[in-house]
């Protein structure tokens, strides 16, 4: 028998609203996958091992989000 309290359910929460902030870069550039292409999986990358680095994040979605192809 499981029991869940209101503490469990806000930090699943809580976990997955961090989760997504941390990947907006990474979706960012899935949504922009005609103009990327193959950039999409060095964000990807970047933004998995790196994003953690407040740098690195910034890093990632500034790639995501700029519209050079290479």
């Known amino acids: 028998m499981t029991v869940t309290t209101q503490q469990e359910e806000g930090g ?3 976990l997955k609203i961090i989760l ?3 990947f907006i870069p990474s ?3 899935l949504l ?3 103009v990327l292409k193959f950039k ?6 970047i933004n998995a091992f790196f994003g953690w680095t407040v740098i690195g994040w910034w890093l990632s979605f500034i ?3 700029s519209s050079h192809k290479a």
């Open 40 to 45: 999409f999986l060095i964000i990807l990358l």
């Open 27 to 29: 979706m960012i550039a």
């Open 32 to 34: 922009r996958l005609p």
């Open 12 to 14: 699943a929460l809580f």
């Open 63 to 65: 790639k995501a989000v």
């Open 20 to 22: 997504f902030i941390y």
